[in-house]
């Protein structure tokens, strides 16, 4: 798909039929999250894909939502602190960098006719302990992945000008 297109045609899912999501697509998906640009390069993220089937109770303690568990898939990508980058001044861009991973997974998935929804608002100790996730792991964000069910709603975006400054404040 031309990439103005996916961008433009790409929605938060929240409906998932339960057929399962081909190898080759995974693994381009997965490839975008590794071409994913980050601070020096360093890349300090992990990519976490969990198998739904026979799962579907214990990842809703992740994310209390039945959609959640729908797809065959859900992906999770996690930062690791130690392997960061940090500016001078103190500000480490594992967020970043997880965010920008996170997007690639998101926009690769849309190119393959894939669904997803950005989850933030998640139970981190429910995910340390069901991916068995370790404490100097800092999990950021997780989506289902799977094919959409149902037709997307319109989007909310503010026009551009009112998101746009240009040369200064």
Request: hydrophobic residues 40%.
């Amino acid at each position: 798909m031309e990439f103005s297109k996916v961008i433009a045609e790409r929605y938060s899912v929240r409906a998932y039929k339960p057929a399962p999501v081909e190898q080759e697509k995974l693994e381009r998906v997965l490839e975008a999250a590794r071409l994913a640009p980050t601070a020096v390069n360093y890349q300090p993220f992990q990519v976490i894909v969990i198998h739904t089937e026979g799962r579907e109770d214990e990842l809703n303690r992740i994310y209390r939502k039945d959609w959640f568990v729908q797809p065959p898939l859900v992906v999770g990508v996690v930062a690791l602190p130690d392997k960061g980058w940090v500016r001078r001044d103190g500000r480490s861009y594992l967020d970043v960098d997880a965010a920008i991973v996170m997007d690639h997974i998101i926009l690769a998935a849309a190119n393959e006719g894939l669904g997803t929804c950005w989850i933030g608002n998640f139970d981190l100790d429910a995910a340390r302990e069901v991916l068995g996730i370790p404490d100097d792991v800092e999990p950021i964000a997780f989506t289902p992945l799977g094919y959409p069910d149902g037709e997307p709603k319109s989007k909310k975006r503010q026009p551009l000008d009112a998101l746009v400054r240009y040369e200064r404040w």
